[in-house]
Structures are given as structure tokens and as C-alpha cells.
DNA sequence: TGTTTTGAAATATGTACAAATATCAAAACT
DNA sequence: AGTTTTGATATTTGTACATATTTCAAAACA
């Protein structure tokens, strides 16, 4: 015969349970049948998902990172010469196939996108109102083009170290260096890796 | 009481039942638990998916479509001026969460990607090795970058018509213009919408 | 002999459910 | 009075299962 044992820690009382909102996600989920094929690309979007809210739980700020996800995309990228007309998968004219977001972000939770403004850089193939792709987990070294916050002002530039004084040079003859002395407040936001220019 | 009929059709027999990889995917599925706010764009991506592999049916050739999909990714996109440091989202620097293939691939079914050879575009921000964001079904007009089989050759103009000479502008002074006469074996295979320039 | 109809079988698919997990107020302990 | 332990409860989560769908060979028909 088992003994009835009378707890009476625990118990029923109001706010008991576990709370709505306290997944991972931060939010109720769904069961969704998915082609095997995707299964992959998924959960390692899921996992990304996660780490995304993670790191904001720890940041003051937030908005750093998206609500809402996109589609995926993967497109056939081209090469080489071509007999008139389309090209055959007979032939190598495809070189691969490419995903943008794999190709431009290698860190999804260190990159954000920046849109430049100005002519200073058009000789690193800058144009005005190209999107500029930003990863802050490179490490920021003489010759690299970073996007940094000059007294508050964001500007786009190649830093640069001659004779142990810093310089944030623009890439048209028609601007002027600038020297990063002490009064100047400079912060560097990131590294810029890709431009992308819209015809 | 129950009359027992004996059907004599149908029945146990070998091949009977449906056939594995006759879902729209192709391929068997899984559940797996997606939170909420990735549901609607997932099955976007699904909804392509299918899209994708109904049109495949329909192609001689193959390999237009990718067999393996990526991973998804959203992020910030800033813009304008910042107090010394990171932005705030009190402050309106963020514009808004970007996706590139969002931003950069209006119609997956007719956009691929070009790698771009040589110089001659460096007027239009077309650099060596810049990938070329290329849509096949905006309509071919003059004043429109293009992509197309020069005999053979793949090559990316501005196309052009001068009193009704049409043209192959190059952007840079020093590639002459192409004239299209009826020697020119010339077939345009879309036209370009952006360019992906790495630093 | 060729065409159409038919139903059992096999796969596909949405969801209900059981098991796991997180939560917190009250009880027990210092 | 403050800290730790405890267990009933609400939610999450993986997946088994019931239902729907597709397929094809044999039977029925023309």
C-alpha cells in the first residue's frame, strides 16, 4: 500500500508555471513540416536566431537585430564565355551557385549595413547611397576602409598610419585627409568588406 | 450484420501505394518548430521552393535552381549622423533591417549572377571581379546596362540607340562603343540591376 | 485489344499529445 | 528576517498517429 504523502510546498496559487515567452525565441512556436533539403538551412537559421536574442539580452541598446525574417534565396552565378544564347549546364558556365547572404555576411550577429553618402571614396568604388556591408569583428588595421562616427558626424574612410600619426584618407583627390588628433572625437564603428551599388 | 464484400480489384500487390518524392518538394519532410514570427516568411520560402521545382519540370536543362537552399539573414541597416559611439535606437539611425536577397533579387525565377572581366565599365561602378546582380525580365531599352553574348563572348554594355543605330556603349574612355550590324551574333541575356564590389 | 474504373497500399501531412522544462509562491531552514 | 528547498502548474517541444493524398495493377468495360 503506498503511502499518501500530504505536500504542501508547491502547490496551486496564482502566477505558478512557467511563463508564456520563455523560449528561446522569445516567442510561441509552431510545428511546420519543412523538405529535408531545408532542414539544415533552418535550424542553423534557428541557432542564429538564438544567438541574435541572446546577445541582446546582454546590449543596453536594442533594434540591432531584425523581428522579422526573410525568404531564402539562392540564384545560379555565371562564367566564362558562352555559345550564343543561354547557357548549358553541359558546360561549365556555372560556376557556382550563390547565396547573397552567405557570400557578403560571415558574421551575422558583428555586421550591419551602412548607406554612404558623399563622393570621398569613389575611388574605392564608393558611390553616393551604395549600401555598405560592415563587419565589427575585424580587426581594424592600417589600409582598411572602416566607417566611423567623427565628433558624431558617420563618415566613410581608409585609415592609415604614416609616420605613427593616424589618418582616415579619402580615395578623391578632390578631399582632404583627415588627422586624427586628440580633439577629434573618432570612434570606429566597423570594417567595410562589400559595396553594393544599385544601377 | 455487416455483408462482407470481396473486391477483387485493387489489392495487395507489388508497386501499389504512392510513390517516395511525390510531394511538391521532391523529397520526404519533417515537422520541426519554427517560432511564430519565422513562420510566414518560411513558408514563403517554401511556396518558392515549389515554384522553383514546378518550372524545373517544365526546362530541358537543369541546374537554374539551386538543390540546396542557405541560411536566412536580416540586419540593421543604419544611416545618418551619431552621437561618439554606437547609435541608440531612441535616435533614428536605424532605417530599417535590411535582407540582401530581399534588397537585391526582386524575381528569383529569372535573376542569376555575373562575375565582371575587365575594365571597361569602371564609369558605370563595374569593377573586375564585382558580381553582377543580373534580372531577365526587365525589359531590354536603351540607356539600360546589359549583360548579353557578343559571338560567342560574354560581355556587360551600356546599350544604346543613336538614330536607330543601336549600340554597345562602354564607360570607360578608353574602350570604343560596339556597333551592332547583322555580322554581330548578339544575344542579350538580361539586364543589370546592382553590383557586388569586394574591398 | 485498348480504355476506363476501381480500391488497397504506400507515402505525405497536419496536429494532438505526452514528456520535458521553466517558474514561483509557500514552506522549511539558518 | 533572509536564504534555500520544494513541487504543482503553465508552457514548451519533439514526435507518434490519424487522416488525407497519390499511385498503380487488376478488373471491368467497350
Redesign the interface.
Known sequence: MTQLKTETRGGARPNAGRKKGS?P?K?????????????L??????E??KAQLEALGKMT??????????????????????????P??ADDY??K?????????QK?AA?????AQGESMLG??I?PND?LVVDRSIEVTPGK?VIC?L????TVKRLDCINEQWLLKAENPAYADIILHDEL?M?V?GV????????
Not at 538551412?41 to 534557428?46: M, N, R
Not at 526573410?70 to 543561354?86: D, M, N, Q, S, Y
Not at 565628433?151 to 558617420?154: R, S
Request: charged share 15%.
Open positions: 523560449s525565441y516567442e510561441s512556436t509552431q510545428a511546420l513540416r519543412v523538405p529535408d533539403s531545408l532542414v538551412p533552418i535550424k542553423k537559421l534557428l542564429q536566431r541598446t536594442e533594434l540591432y537585430f531584425p523581428t522579422q525574417a526573410p525568404p531564402l534565396c539562392v540564384l545560379p552565378l555565371f562564367a566564362g564565355k558562352v555559345a550564343a544564347g543561354f548549358s549546364p556555372v560556376e551557385n550563390l547565396d547573397l547572404n552567405e557570400l557578403l555576411v551575422p555586421t550591419f549595413f551602412v548607406r574605392a568604388g558611390h549600401i576602409i562616427a565628433n558624431g558626424e558617420l572625437e570612434v564603428w567595410v568588406t562589400n559595396v553594393i551599388h544599385s544601377l
